[in-house]
């Protein structure tokens, strides 16, 4: 079993910024893949950003520019920069680990992040 803990999210004002963390029991060096999502009330939820084990990056459009993704493999946590926060980006934001060998994905309990106008 793989547990991830979510940290970091808020209540922020638009145009600031938050970096959540995401720690994992197991070493992230060893993931295929580390994503953050989120949903907002109301609508699906989506991908945001994610990271290859060798640190190949994607990014929504909706946050190209914005938002960073990052790793720190010694102390098994992956991070989520947030600058230049918009209300759009209210939602609960979730790290996702998809391990080999059989692509078993694993989720954390969620953040709130709540960015007010």
């Known amino acids: 079993q793989v547990q991830l803990v979510e940290s970091g999210g808020g209540l922020v004002q638009a145009g600031e910024s938050l970096r959540l963390s995401c720690v994992a029991s197991?070493?992230?060096?060893?993931?295929?893949?580390m994503s953050w999502y989120r949903q907002a009330p109301g609508k699906q939820r989506e991908l945001v950003t994610s990271m290859t084990r060798g640190g190949t990056t994607y990014y929504a459009d909706s946050v190209k520019g914005r938002f960073t993704i990052s790793r720190d493999n010694a102390k098994n946590t992956v991070y989520l920069q947030m600058n230049s926060l918009k209300p759009e980006d209210t939602a609960v934001y979730y790290c996702n680990a998809n391990l080999p060998p059989q692509w078993t994905s694993y989720w954390g309990q969620g953040t709130q992040v709540t960015v007010s106008s």
């Open positions: 197991v070493n992230i060096g060893s993931t295929n893949v």
